[in-house]
C-alpha cells in the first residue's frame, strides 16, 4: 500500500484552471497505476475521471476529456490533475487512488486500494 496526499484545491470561477498534485509515499510509484476520481455534493458515489498506467496510457472521461490531463513526475514521486475550461459541475471533492495491478487505466473504482483523503475544487458561475 501506498499513502496519497493532495494538495491544489480551492475556489475558481468557471472558465479557471487549476492543478491538483498528489504526493505518494511508499512502496515506490513505478508498481502503481493511478486514478483521479471526484465525489460531488449530495452524491454518494466517486466518479471516476482520469487515469494513468504504468506505460503512461492514459484514460478520461467523457465530462473531462480535452479539459483535463493526468501525469506522473516519477522523479517528484507525484501524480497529477491540470484543470482546465473549468465548469460549475466539476464542483467536488477530488481524490487521487492507486492500485498495484497492470493493464490498461481503469476509471472504475475497482481494482483500486489505496486512497488519499482528497481536496475540495469549488468553481463558481
Known amino acids: 500500500q501506498v499513502q496519497l496526499v493532495e494538495s491544489g484545491g480551492g475556489s475558481v470561477e468557471a472558465g479557471g484552471s487549476l492543478r491538483l498534485s498528489c504526493e505518494v509515499k511508499g512502496d515506490g510509484d513505478r508498481t502503481y497505476y493511478f486514478g483521479w476520481f471526484r465525489q460531488s455534493p449530495g452524491n454518494d458515489l466517486r466518479e471516476g475521471v482520469a487515469a494513468i498506467n504504468r506505460d503512461g496510457n492514459t484514460r478520461y472521461s467523457d465530462s473531462v476529456k480535452g479539459r483535463f490531463t493526468i501525469s506522473q513526475d516519477y522523479a517528484k514521486n507525484t501524480l497529477y490533475l491540470q484543470m482546465n475550461s473549468l465548469k460549475p459541475d466539476d464542483t467536488a471533492m477530488y481524490s487521487c487512488?492507486?492500485?498495484?495491478?497492470?493493464?490498461?487505466?481503469?476509471?472504475?473504482?475497482?481494482?483500486?486500494?489505496?486512497w488519499g483523503q482528497g481536496t475540495q475544487v469549488t468553481v463558481s458561475s
Open positions: 487512488a492507486a492500485t498495484p495491478v497492470s493493464g490498461s487505466p481503469t476509471l472504475s473504482r475497482n481494482p483500486y486500494t489505496s
